[in-house]
């Protein structure tokens, strides 16, 4: 079994930054991409960006320049970034995965989400 655990959501103004963080845990052989994704209230669940085992990066246009994804394989762990925030970067974030674990599965993996609000 596998568990994606986010955490760094929160409130802030609009034009400050917030840092998401998201490790993996259990039967896990490898990941390969990891990504983050949000969904606004009302709103179908959106790419925010991604990111390969071997750290190429792909970015929603809404995002790029303001927002920067990382991850520390050593830990199983993804990073978001995230500057110059703006009020309609506001949704509830989650993490993803694509995990080979034990068994030789692969699993698409999802954290449970975190909420981000940002203030005008």
């Known amino acids: 079994q596998v568990h994606l655990v986010e955490s760094g959501g929160g409130l802030a103004q609009a034009g400050g930054s917030l840092r998401l963080s998201c490790a993996a845990s259990g039967s896990i052989l490898s990941i390969n991409a990891m990504g983050w994704y949000r969904q606004a209230p009302g709103k179908q669940r959106e790419l925010v960006a991604t990111?390969?085992?071997?750290?190429?990066?792909n970015y929603a246009n809404s995002v790029k320049g303001r927002f920067t994804i990382s991850r520390d394989n050593a830990k199983n762990t993804v990073y978001l970034q995230m500057n110059s925030l703006k009020p309609e970067d506001t949704a509830v974030y989650y993490c993803?995965?694509?995990?080979?674990?034990?068994?030789?599965?692969?699993?698409?993996?999802w954290g449970q989400g975190t909420l981000v609000t940002v203030s005008s």
């Open positions: 990111i390969t085992s071997g750290g190429s990066t």
């Open positions: 993803n995965a694509d995990i080979w674990v034990v068994g030789m599965l692969k699993v698409k993996a």
